[in-house]
């Protein structure tokens, strides 16, 4: 059983750091007035929003242009029993600023899927809260 104290709490810049480090996390989203999860690879934009790729036409880009989401990373050792986990919630929105587009085509992330026409995703953070996992024991 995990206690409370097997958790620190990291701050912003702990947060941003630990995200630069992976490279697919999971964009939490209403669709149908569900509750959806779609796992994404991303990349960081200047310390202000997580950037995600994707068809035009597909069903995120409708879903969660102009509202607020989750996005969700992290990254745990099953043998040691740590790991850490990273939340950024924010308004999503399509990128269409033609500087924006310029500037991010070079460094947005790519897709892992062909895609014969893409177009970003940002979302802006209000808000980052993390945890790390202490390498607690389990009782028996």
């Not at 040691?80 to 587009?101: E, F």
């Not at 177009?119 to 024991?137: D, N, Q, S």
Request: aromatic share 8%; with cysteine; hydrophobic share 50%.
């Amino acid at each position: 059983m995990f206690t409370d104290d097997a958790f620190r709490p990291l701050d912003r810049q702990e947060c941003l750091r630990l995200l630069a480090k992976v490279p697919v996390g999971r964009v939490v989203y209403t669709l149908r007035a569900l509750p959806a999860v779609l796992p994404v690879n991303f990349t960081l934009d200047t310390d202000a929003s997580v950037l995600l790729r994707t068809a035009p036409g597909s069903e995120l880009v409708h879903a969660v242009d102009g509202f607020v989401v989750a996005f969700e990373a992290d990254d745990f050792d099953p043998v040691a029993r740590t790991g850490w986990s990273v939340i950024v919630t924010g308004r999503a929105s399509v990128v269409t600023d033609p500087a924006d587009l310029a500037r991010l085509s070079g460094t947005g992330p790519a897709s892992w899927m062909p895609l014969p026409d893409s177009v970003l995703i940002r979302i802006e953070w209000e808000l980052v809260t993390g945890r790390e996992l202490l390498g607690a024991c389990s009782a028996a």
